[in-house]
């Protein structure tokens, strides 16, 4: 019964760098793996990072790998992507949600990430 709202997208140029946060409402965020996802116009939502409850382990899609940081404060119920040397092909609405996304998940609102020179 998490309740999740992204924030943090905006336009920037190729090579430049965002952070987006994901705040959580819910008496266990703390319990959950959490994780980023994205989608392109025409293309289907994929997996960007995940993070475990503890926020010890993280895991990355091999396209963000090297350039992209999950981390999650579960004092503040926030889980973060930051976002280095972006890309246009990072250009996505960015969406976070448990992880793995079960059947019963909801989707938000997502934050738009435009990259572009």
């Known amino acids: 019964q998490v309740q999740l709202v992204e924030s943090g997208g905006g336009l920037v140029r190729p090579g430049g760098s965002l952070r987006l946060s994901c705040a959580a409402s819910?008496?266990?965020?703390?319990?959950?793996?959490m994780g980023w996802f994205r989608q392109a116009p025409g293309k289907e939502r994929e997996f960007v990072a995940a993070?475990?409850?503890?926020?010890?382990?993280?895991t990355y899609a091999d396209s963000v790998k090297g350039r992209f940081t999950i981390s999650r404060d579960n004092a503040k119920n926030t889980v973060y992507l930051q976002m280095n040397s972006l890309k246009p092909g990072d250009t996505a609405v960015y969406y976070c949600?448990?992880?793995?996304?079960?059947?019963?998940?909801?989707w938000g609102q997502g934050t738009q990430v435009t990259v572009s020179s």
């Open positions: 949600n448990r992880n793995p996304p079960t059947l019963g998940s909801s």
């Open positions: 819910g008496r266990t965020f703390s319990t959950y793996a």
């Open positions: 993070i475990s409850w503890s926020g010890i382990s993280t």
